[in-house]
């Protein structure tokens, strides 16, 4: 190649690069960012716009912990809803549970002396033996009735919806409703009991002799007139226990009775 063409084409390249602007590029400057993070004023100011984001931020959250604060609780009170029930029914009439047979009946009191509601009586009691009781138990085991009072009526009518869902019953108890005595129920009802429990005890017996061919069912005949003559030995010492005490009553009444009408003849006599 020729060195004066070469040269030539050299300085021409030369000259268009001095020709073309340069473009502006930003450069940082570093000594301005320097002197902007040294000063303290500067500091101050970023660290005072800190804290006020920090406090505006728990302000909101105060403001939010106040909305979402729980209600004020009901103040509990000492008794139970049961207790409370317990409660309206002693004051609507003195009563307490007895047992007949395994099972709770309420009972109301007066002058001492518990009663039970004929209908409870009827439905839990006699209702499972067959209507047709002998004369002579009805005749020798009377139970005298006496109607409700309104008070005792409704405190029937607490009980049995509010501790026993209507099991005794599914009806209102009113004044026309009747009462009986405890002691002539149980006197009545275990009577009762016993003459059923012989009736069966029968009934057992006979299956039994025409059961001789019948292995399987003479022993499930003879296992269940075991069964029952168990039921009625109990049944005799529940009677025993309860004539006893049944006496003693009678006893009392009577006494009390011949007493205040001997006060009476006297008190007559005197004026």
């Not at 729980?70 to 049961?82: A, G, Y």
């Not at 009191?109 to 009691?125: G, P, S």
């Not at 209702?127 to 047709?132: A, C, G």
């Not at 009736?199 to 399987?216: D, F, H, K, L």
């Amino acid at each position: 190649m020729d060195t004066t063409t070469t040269s030539s084409l050299k300085s021409a390249e030369k000259k268009d690069t001095d020709a073309t602007p340069r473009a502006h590029s930003p450069e940082i400057d570093v000594e301005v960012i320097k002197s902007d993070c040294s000063t303290p004023e500067k500091q101050n100011g970023a660290v005072g716009n800190e804290q006020q984001m920090n406090n505006s931020t728990s302000t909101r959250r105060t403001d939010s912990n106040k909305n979402l604060s729980p209600p004020p609780q009901r103040l509990r009170t000492s008794s139970s809803t049961s207790d409370g029930t317990e409660n309206l029914i002693s004051s609507l009439s003195s009563w307490d549970w007895v047992t007949i047979d395994g099972l709770k009946l309420p009972a109301v009191t007066r002058n001492k002396e518990r009663y039970v509601a004929v209908h409870m009586v009827q439905l839990k009691l006699l209702s499972k033996f067959p209507s047709d009781i002998p004369r002579d138990i009805t005749r020798k085991f009377t139970m005298g009735s006496h109607k409700m009072t309104v008070t005792e009526a409704w405190t029937f009518n607490t009980i049995n919806a509010v501790i026993r869902k209507f099991d005794l019953g599914c009806q209102l108890f009113t004044a026309n409703d009747e009462l009986v005595k405890l002691n002539d129920v149980q006197m009545f009802y275990w009577n009762v009991k016993l003459f059923n429990l012989k009736r069966v005890n029968g009934q057992y017996e006979t299956a039994i002799s025409s059961a001789e061919n019948n292995v399987q069912l003479l022993a499930t005949a003879m296992q269940l007139k075991k069964q029952v003559d168990s039921d009625i030995q109990a049944v005799c010492a529940e009677l025993k226990r309860l004539e006893k005490s049944y006496c003693s009553i009678t006893q009392e009444e009577t006494t009390l009775q011949l007493t205040t009408h001997h006060a009476q003849n006297l008190i007559s006599s005197k004026s």
